[in-house]
């Protein structure tokens, strides 16, 4: 089921998974019912393009006028607990979640130019540990990708701006088989500089260190210094 072709794409509507049920009432008094769980998704239009967002508005995917292979997609985003299938079984070390784990459907979906997909953050949770500090940068979030395969979170490239609370990144597809996103902080304890010295002694009075370590890291180099 799809709506919001004919409207607005801001406009509302019905946009989630909602739970359809049936009751019969007989002549005799019997009863007789039954429910079935649907899912309402945003119909694109490929003319002038168009975006999907989840009911909470914490994930979003637009996608560019002439930006599908078809006239129109059903994209739909949710939130889903349903980790039966192995993602709550395979944790990431070094990862810690922000926000609910989202499902995108139809899993698989190709764009013909690169879709945009957003996800929203606040400050607050950021405190994993609910000490009212917080244990992570909003440049170490990220959004990921379940891949299947592997049965593992993966990063996407992308962008954070800490001011609004979003990261963005690009998309060509949905994951393929099932598609799952989810904000991660990206705690894992860096790695201690190793630094390369040149041969000494030298006859040069200019030295050239080089050294690995990971971005954003403070590195000081003393000369002569105790210790």
Do not use: C
């Amino acid at each position: 089921v799809g709506f919001g072709v004919f409207t607005p794409a801001e406009a509302p509507g019905l946009n989630g998974v909602y739970t359809v049920r049936l009751r019969v009432d007989t002549v005799e008094g019997d009863i007789a019912t039954d429910r079935k769980t649907i899912i309402v998704g945003r119909l694109l239009p490929n003319a002038n393009g168009g975006h999907s967002f989840s009911a909470d508005g914490r994930i979003d995917v637009r996608v560019p006028s002439l930006g599908l292979f078809t006239s129109f997609q059903i994209v739909a985003l949710f939130p889903t607990q349903d980790l039966g299938r192995g993602t709550g079984s395979f944790p990431s070390p070094g990862l810690s979640r922000v926000g609910p784990i989202y499902e995108a459907k139809p899993a698989g979906m190709k764009f013909r130019l690169p879709a945009v997909m957003t996800m929203t953050f606040t400050g607050g949770e950021l405190d994993f540990d609910g000490d009212g500090l917080a244990d992570a940068a909003p440049s170490q979030l990220g959004i990921y990708t379940w891949e299947v395969f592997s049965r593992r979170w993966v990063r996407l490239p992308g962008t954070v701006n800490a001011a609004a609370g979003t990261v963005t990144a690009s998309v060509s597809e949905l994951s393929p088989y099932l598609a799952l996103y989810a904000l991660f902080a990206d705690t894992t304890v860096p790695a201690a500089p190793v630094l390369q010295p040149p041969a000494s002694p030298t006859p040069s009075p200019v030295i050239s260190v080089s050294a690995r370590t990971e971005p954003g890291a403070e590195v000081r180099i003393l000369v002569n210094a105790p210790g």
